[in-house]
């Protein structure tokens, strides 16, 4: 049995926000804590886990939070930002964000990805999306391994702010 199997993907409310922001801290420095220096590092996470910014984000339409569960533990995340301008680079029509997308470490390799990437496409399509483009670290091979088998290409380049830090990351497009 694939241990992913176990996993409940369901949308995120307001009344997630603690946790939410509590494991995308989490989980955001797992992944970047190396990248920065710590003061750049703290202002990043100051400014975007914070419980209220994300009982906002929560609560927004125009934001559609997945949460992964493996039982009671948090797995992964994403988040599809449906009124977040493309950038130039971005020509497939109807597209929106893939703004964020994390798993815990132990969940890595476990297809909690896969199984997260479907329902955010599917979270798309339903609201008459055909296109995801997201953001992803130039020095992130794993990640970009990982968009890449799902379908996505790169299609441009952007630069990505971690507190007073520059960031190159590609800016990748893929069908929904």
């Not at 969940?107 to 997201?134: F, K, T, Y």
Request: with cysteine; aromatic share 10%.
């Amino acid at each position: 049995m694939n241990p992913a199997t176990s996993l409940q993907i369901r949308r995120g409310s307001v009344a997630d926000a603690e946790t939410l922001s509590r494991c995308m801290a989490d989980w955001f420095l797992a992944a970047y804590a190396h990248a920065s220096d710590a003061a750049n590092t703290a202002a990043f996470v100051r400014s975007n886990f914070d419980p209220q910014k994300q009982a906002r984000e929560l609560a927004d339409p125009q934001i559609v939070t997945l949460i992964a569960q493996d039982g009671a533990d948090w797995a992964g995340y994403a988040q599809l930002r449906l009124a977040t301008p493309p950038p130039a680079c971005v020509t497939g029509p109807d597209a929106a964000e893939l703004g964020r997308f994390y798993f815990a470490p132990a969940q890595h390799g476990r297809g909690g990805a896969g199984q997260m990437m479907q329902s955010i496409r599917a979270e798309a399509r339903a609201r008459g999306r055909r296109w995801l483009w997201l953001l992803v670290w130039q020095e992130q091979p794993q990640a970009i391994r990982f968009y890449e088998k799902q379908g996505f290409e790169k299609v441009g380049t952007a630069i990505f702010m971690v507190g007073e830090d520059r960031k190159h990351d590609f800016v990748m497009c893929g069908a929904v």
